[in-house]
């Protein structure tokens, strides 16, 4: 499932609304740490994304600013996680391959639960 890149907080709070579960990278162009994490970020897509279910989702901090000061963006990248709607407490800062891995994982076992209805 490819990552959604997130061009407005209308259009992130409507797939926040309707997945259950979502990663959320927060990034820029201009930023090299995000570029070298984000094949790993979509590989994770990739390989765990569910539709209507798990969706993984990316926004540039230059072009959706209410989005950014709404996550309380202050480094880059960011990776936020949410489930039914809500922010949760697991996030990652940084280009940290073993802390992405790790959360994410994380987040899928309580999606792929969610799903089978434990």
């Known amino acids: 499932m490819p990552v959604v890149t997130i061009t407005s907080k209308a259009q992130f709070d409507e797939l926040v609304a309707k997945t ?17 994490i984000s094949p790993l970020f979509a ?14 989702a990316k ?14 963006v202050r480094s880059l990248p ?3 996680f949410f489930e ?6 697991s996030s990652v800062v940084g280009a940290n ?3 992405l891995n790790k959360t ?3 987040v899928s076992e309580r999606a792929k639960a969610a799903a089978a209805g434990n």
């Open 20 to 36: 259950p579960f979502v990663a959320v990278q927060a990034s820029a162009s201009w930023c090299g740490p995000c570029r070298a």
């Open 43 to 56: 590989k994770h897509s990739d390989t765990l994304g569910a539709d209507n279910h798990f969706a993984f």
């Open 59 to 72: 926004f540039d901090t230059d072009d959706v600013p209410d989005l950014t000061g709404e996550l309380g």
């Open 78 to 80: 960011t990776f936020f």
């Open 84 to 89: 039914n709607g809500n922010k949760t407490d």
């Open 97 to 99: 391959p073993p802390a």
């Open 104 to 106: 994410v994982a994380e």
